[in-house]
């Protein structure tokens, strides 16, 4: 019995953006096809013939992963879906196999630091409580003080006021961002795992996709090495865009 090698990724394949003209699309704002007033995925497929005739390589589309909006998308609820907003998972299938036809390549952007506090595994570490593998893959601490009234540390949002906020029970979870994005624990191997399968099982996990990390994993957990199954290993504090060859991450591998 014999089975198939897959052939060796070349340089070329995985390093085309060095040279490429690539176009930023918001979704939001970039073509609206249903006219409610928002711009969304047949809305960009639609003008995807004219990048194509100005010379664009590729176009890096901003999330519009399943979100309640409370940061236009950046903070994810549903990493394997498509936010209605902006479409359905058929109209990110349509729009990638256009681009495919065309010859753009499609990058779009992960969002790893943080999810939103809507998301099913935050949910699951809220009702789990201390201690519990839920809560693990999330930053949750106790709070400093005789009660554990104030925060663990001083670290601040980017968006102002403290990186911490309490829950019922009294513990603190890490938010480097606005209070309903909190900030995974990419210590925990669950979390490298959760993204490898989110890249494998999404609609970018075509040969014509690839990803951008945006907000990428920071200062709490910016040691750890992640290693991929297809054995490269990424920094996660790295923020670039890359190839297609493993159909997942695009931060820089080696």
């Avoid at 005739?53 to 992963?65: K, Q």
């Avoid at 945006?214 to 290993?233: D, L």
Wanted: hydrophobic share 30%.
């Amino acid at each position: 019995m014999t089975t198939e090698q897959t052939p060796p990724v070349t340089p070329a394949e995985t390093e085309w953006w060095r040279h490429a003209v690539i176009y930023q699309v918001y979704p939001r704002s970039f073509a609206d096809a249903d006219g409610d007033g928002v711009g969304d995925l047949p809305g960009i497929t639609s003008r995807l013939p004219y990048l194509r005739d100005l010379g664009v390589d590729a176009i890096w589309i901003s999330p519009f992963y399943r979100s309640p909006q409370n940061d236009h998308g950046y903070d994810v609820s549903d990493y394997c879906d498509i936010d209605p907003l902006f479409g359905t998972l058929e109209d990110a299938d349509t729009l990638l196999a256009t681009a495919h036809e065309l010859g753009i390549k499609v990058v779009v952007d992960l969002v790893p630091n943080h999810s939103s506090d809507q998301h099913e595994w935050f949910q699951a570490a809220l009702a789990a409580g201390p201690g519990s593998p839920e809560r693990a893959r999330y930053v949750f601490r106790d709070g400093r003080g005789e009660d554990g009234s104030e925060p663990p540390n001083n670290w601040l949002s980017v968006f102002g006021g403290s990186a911490w906020d309490r829950v019922e029970d009294g513990q603190w979870y890490l938010h480097l961002f606005d209070s309903s994005q909190p900030d995974f624990d990419w210590r925990n191997p669950e979390v490298g795992d959760m993204f490898e399968d989110v890249l494998r099982s999404s609609p970018r996990a075509r040969p014509s996709a690839a990803a951008r990390t945006s907000t990428p994993p920071s200062r709490w957990s910016s040691g750890p090495t992640v290693t991929s199954r297809c054995g490269t290993s990424r920094r996660s504090t790295t923020s670039t865009v890359a190839g297609t060859g493993c159909s997942r991450s695009t931060t820089a591998t080696g």
